[in-house]
């Protein structure tokens, strides 16, 4: 199997520019480490917020215009339940 080049992990930062006072945003990158991705945002303060494991089966982005919203579902392993005897859909 070949080796992905993929970074490991998606990482979000809650960030506001350095020397400003406003609301923090949501700065989103791949890379393989913590430090990596904070080299990403240069003249940024950023908190860490969360380390998404970038490897998985199901991943998919999508952006709202209109809303300015930024949407991603990221999903492990997919099982079908219908298929598997003593599982029951809650």
Known sequence: MAKSTCPKYTWLFLAT???H??????????????????????????T????????????HTWADMEGLELWSVMAGVVVDTDSCAGVSNV
């Open 21 to 46: 006072d406003c609301t923090p945003i949501v700065l989103r990158t791949q890379a393989d480490t913590e430090e990596s991705a904070r080299n990403t945002f240069q003249g940024w303060d950023l």
């Open 17 to 19: 520019p350095k020397k």
């Open 48 to 59: 860490f917020a969360a380390k998404i494991r970038t490897e998985t089966p199901f991943a």
